[in-house]
């Protein structure tokens, strides 16, 4: 019996071939945010659509990261994805409409700056955006279950903290590049000593008391 002979190696216009076949089929983009608890600075969202034929090992939600790990798998991601897209809702625009509606506007410009456009989304918690430009369904915990999703979070979570790292030096005084702008004991007595600065988010309670007591007085 013979043997069917041996398929040619891929060339290059093969190999681009084959990718483009793969872009158009995996277009599913895993997103979520970072940021929308403190109360300072902007809330980051991020979208990810990765490829099945580039996978990258120790995804998973970035909180469960070390900073170090989440700065290693940065590039990876950048790099290996089919596409990314980042987006950043700042103070201003979180104090004027809200930070649940600031988070889900950034949703959807993130999956709106994807090239190629994802065909599907999953996005981390449980409420869905309005106007989204694909179907979608929201998962509980999805920064843990799903890759893309992690891969989200973790463009996410390290895109804001390089924000605030800058933003430290821009207010010294009030530890941004250590606790990010969340509400812990050193920010609160920062806040008490220094009073807000111009990225604190007026809409959130312990700075607007802030800025209600010194309107009182």
Known sequence: MELAPAAPPLLASDEQAA??????QVLVAGVDE????????????????????????GLDDSKKLSAAKREQLFPLIVERAVAYSVIVIDRKEIDRINIFQ???????????????????????GNQLPKNLPC???AIVDGDALEPAISAASILAKVSRDRLMVAMDAHYPGYGFADHKGYSTPAHLAALQRLGPCAEHRR????????LDQGRLF
């Open 19 to 24: 990718t483009q076949t793969l872009i158009q």
């Open 135 to 137: 179907p979608a369904r």
């Open 34 to 57: 970072a940021g929308r608890g403190p109360l300072a600075g902007p809330v980051v969202v991020a979208a990810v659509i990765l490829n099945k034929r580039r996978r990258i090992k």
């Open 203 to 210: 809409s959130f309670a312990p700075v607007k008391l802030l």
């Open 102 to 124: 600031a988070t889900m506007v950034g949703m959807t410009r993130a999956l709106l700056g994807l090239t190629p456009a994802a065909t599907q989304a999953l996005i981390d």
